[in-house]
């Protein structure tokens, strides 16, 4: 059997790590690893390769899929797949994996949003930095015996229930797609199960955790924001798209909230937008930069869990290679 032709078309960002993927499949994979490839030389190049790996970045849409004449799998080292046909990779019995290695990542950062918002943080390190000091203005709120609302309760949600409840805090939880798993670890956590509109009415912080989808597309519009208790800090590092982003600054603006942490914006990076530009400016926002999964220990697991993906790919096209 001859190499199989892998193309990593975006960073993984581990150079190590990559480097022991390439030793590892060597004599077997010809691994070619291009870090922010264009979409022309994307398209250009998808028909000589077999396996493609991918980010958020990188589009696999039907002008791609109908370009890789040779393609058997696609991997996204990503935890969503909004970047992926992947209904049309299906009807082309094309191989679809997404590696989820950034759970825990995420998960943490929504509690250190959750934080840095509750009190103040980024405000106060601004003005100090700036010889301005107003500690008397720079009253937060403590998180402890506050109500969290998670709207999604897939790995992530599940995650950020777990550290949520450690640090005290009632967790109520929406779930449009409930399985009997998923009733018994939020049994476990003391989460409990409501209906989105009583989320938002009783929730002191709101956390997003549902992937982008034509439902899930603004689900938190005016309605939703008319329904939150004055107050309410809303925290988003799963989708931009699920927010509508010029309500949340309506609401913000009025003062229905009392803060907002978003790591994810409809627009990446957002500062050509006006209206995300006067969103994150306010003092009352943090903002970070789609930093979900962007740890050491999310990118190297990414990579191993791309090995594994692909040693299971290659062994069981030696296994069809051996059948008579």
């Given at each position: 059997m001859g190499r199989v032709r892998v193309l990593?078309?975006?960073?993984l960002g581990d150079n190590e790590a990559m480097e022991e993927l390439r030793r590892s499949f060597e004599d077997r994979a010809e691994i070619s690893y291009r870090r922010n490839m264009s979409r022309e030389e994307l398209l250009s190049e998808i028909p000589f390769y077999e396996?493609?790996?991918?980010?958020?970045?990188?589009e696999v849409d039907r002008e791609l899929i109908d370009r890789a004449r040779s393609l058997k799998?696609?991997?996204?080292?990503?935890?969503?797949s909004d970047h992926i046909d992947?209904?049309?990779?299906?009807?082309?019995?094309?191989?679809?994996?997404?590696?989820a290695e950034q759970a825990n990542a995420v998960s943490e950062l929504v509690i250190g949003l959750m934080v840095c918002v509750a009190r103040k943080i980024p405000l106060a390190d601004k003005l100090s930095k700036g010889g301005d000091w107003r500690k008397d203005e720079l009253i937060g709120i403590e998180i402890r015996g506050k109500v969290i609302g998670i709207i999604g309760f897939g790995k992530i949600g599940q995650l950020v229930a777990e550290k949520a409840s450690a640090l005290g805090m009632r967790v109520l939880i929406y779930e449009p797609n409930m399985t009997p798993e998923k009733e018994e670890r939020a049994r476990r956590l003391g989460g409990v199960?409501?209906?989105?509109?009583?989320?938002?009415?009783?929730?002191?912080?709101?956390?997003?955790?549902?992937?982008?989808?034509?439902?899930?597309?603004?689900?938190?519009?005016?309605?939703?924001?008319?329904?939150?208790?004055s107050g309410a800090f809303?925290?988003?590092?799963?989708?931009?798209?699920?927010?509508?982003?010029?309500a949340l600054l309506e609401y913000l603006e009025k003062g229905k909230l009392g803060g907002?942490?978003?790591?994810?914006?409809?627009?990446?990076?957002?500062?050509?937008?006006a209206q995300l530009r006067r969103l994150i400016s306010d003092d009352r926002v943090v903002a970070?930069?789609?930093?979900?999964?962007?740890?050491?220990?999310?990118?190297?697991?990414?990579?191993?869990?791309v090995m594994d993906l692909l040693e299971e790919f290659l062994r069981s096209k030696e296994v069809s290679l051996q059948r008579p």
């Open positions: 990593v078309a975006d960073d396996v493609l790996v991918v980010r958020s970045r990188t799998l696609v991997i996204t080292a990503t935890h969503g992947h209904h049309y990779l299906s009807r082309k019995g094309i191989d679809f994996r997404c590696v199960f409501v209906q989105i509109e009583q989320l938002l009415k009783l929730s002191d912080f709101i956390t997003l955790h549902v992937p982008k989808t034509k439902e899930t597309s603004k689900m938190i519009g005016r309605e939703q924001f008319e329904m939150m208790k809303l925290i988003n590092a799963a989708r931009g798209d699920i927010v509508d982003e010029e907002v942490a978003i790591d994810v914006y409809s627009v990446q990076p957002p500062f050509g937008k970070t930069q789609h930093i979900g999964g962007q740890t050491r220990e999310a990118r190297r697991g990414t990579i191993k869990a």
